[in-house]
């Protein structure tokens, strides 16, 4: 579903992404983990172009993103879901604003909007919050209306950096369950940046250990090999601090 090849991006002459290869297979739910620092965000902004590798070729879906000009590009982020650790709704606009923003960014038919908005918000379990503003919500549905957001145009592909760093224990479960039900219901490859090995190993099926924007190791996580995968992950990580 997304390939990188040899792909590289430097800010102010510092290499942040070193030449790197990663491919992530439809239906995963592909976890990226490293310090901070190390490079995750910005791998992640790369798969959807909202950073422009300096060398390299980005994948997703069968279409080579880094040869698209401005309009394709913007026709194929359609297809590509992000979500943020701050959320990144607008203060002033209603839960229902918004997720038709997105909508109406992407030009969806006038007529089908509102049954849109309002399958999203069900599916997160907001549907009678979308009067509300977000000051008016917990931070775990703040994170539930920027996923009914990012689902609105039909993704293949969710793009999450780090979407439960803000959130206690309990509610970070309950988002992870929504990102697994999204997974296994929708048929969505999700991409999950953390700095947490609870995380990744409660819902990833794999995961990619980054060191200084270099792919140090990726590893399965099966149900039955869990326990070893898991210890390898913890092992690469714990060696990298
Ligand atoms: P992580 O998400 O793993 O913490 P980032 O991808 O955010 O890492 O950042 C990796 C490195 O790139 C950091 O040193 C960061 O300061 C730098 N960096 C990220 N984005 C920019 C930018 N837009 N301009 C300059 N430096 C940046
Ligand atoms: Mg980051």
Redesign the pocket.
């Known amino acids: 579903m997304i390939s990188l090849h040899n792909v590289s991006k430097s800010?102010?002459g510092?290499p942040?992404i070193q030449s790197i290869s990663l491919s992530i297979a439809r239906g995963d739910i592909h976890g990226i983990i490293?310090?901070?620092?190390?490079?995750?965000?910005?791998?992640l902004?790369l798969m959807n172009l909202l950073?422009t590798p300096d060398a390299g070729d980005v994948e997703v879906n069968g279409q080579k993103l880094t040869a698209l000009n401005t309009k394709q590009l913007r026709q194929a982020r359609k297809s590509i879901g992000m979500i943020f650790q701050h959320f990144n709704l607008v203060a002033n606009k209603t839960v229902y604003e918004n997720v038709v923003v997105a909508l109406e960014l992407a030009k969806y038919p006038k007529a089908e909007l509102r049954k849109r908005v309002m399958d999203c918000l069900q599916f997160v379990g907001l549907e009678s919050f979308q009067a509300k503003y977000p000051a008016q919500l917990s931070g775990g549905q703040k994170q539930r209306v920027a996923i009914a957001r990012a689902l609105a145009n039909h993704p293949h592909v969710l793009l999450c950096?780090?979407p439960t760093s803000s959130l206690d224990p309990h509610t970070t479960a309950e988002i992870l369950r929504v990102l697994a039900d999204i997974n296994q219901r929708l048929g969505v490859t999700i991409v999950l940046?953390s700095?947490e090995m609870d995380v990744i190993k409660s819902i990833c099926n794999r995961v990619t250990v980054?060191t200084d924007?270099t792919i140090h190791d990726t590893v399965a996580i099966t149900p039955r090999g869990i326990q070893e995968t898991v210890n390898t992950a913890v092992h690469l990580v714990e060696r990298l601090k």
Do not use: N, P, Y
């Open positions: 800010f102010t510092v942040v490293g310090a901070s620092g190390s490079g995750k965000s910005t791998l902004r950073e950096d780090e940046v700095h980054l924007g």
